[in-house]
């Protein structure tokens, strides 16, 4: 059968993102793996696991970098959508992560000596809660279902 769409008008577009990180895990650099999963209307429409680019010193800082990382793609989809369903409605965007640590980064415009090492190139995710394009919404780690991006299977 394959997939399917309905006709019909689409009023906006619901999108859920879930990010994970995976500290230090590859042994040869201590680089940190991001994944990350992107769903539209209840469909994965893009996914990743991948070896950061950037060395982190913390679990936090790792996360924040996922954060980072998978919000490229967020803001490549989004655009997408917007051509091609210019009078549809883009709702805030959910961001689901387990680490409390990178979405209290995320929300706290006040940098201390533990944030302050986390790149310039990051600071993407504050804008885009301060304008209220996206959320950040804590996962408890034992409710996680992302670690699949992350880590290996046993």
Not at 1 to 10: L, S, W
Not at 92 to 118: L, W
């Amino acid at each position: 059968m394959g997939i399917t769409f309905e006709r019909g008008v689409v009023t906006g577009m619901s999108m859920q993102v879930f990010v994970d990180a995976d500290y230090a895990s590859k042994a040869a650099d201590r680089r940190s793996v991001s994944g990350g999963l992107v769903m539209c209307e209840g469909v994965c429409v893009t996914w990743f696991s991948r070896t950061q680019k950037c060395v982190t010193l913390s679990t936090t800082e790792a996360e924040y970098v996922a954060i980072a990382d998978v919000l490229k793609e967020v803001l490549f989809l989004r655009q997408v959508w917007r051509f091609m369903l210019p009078d549809a409605g883009m709702p805030c965007i959910p961001v689901f992560e387990d680490n409390q640590g990178a979405i209290q980064i995320a929300h706290n415009p006040i940098t201390n000596s533990n944030s302050k090492r986390i790149d310039v190139r990051h600071r993407l995710i504050r804008e885009l809660v301060e304008r209220k394009e996206i959320s950040m919404t804590h996962v408890p780690t034992q409710f996680w279902h992302a670690d699949f991006l992350t880590k290996a299977i046993n």
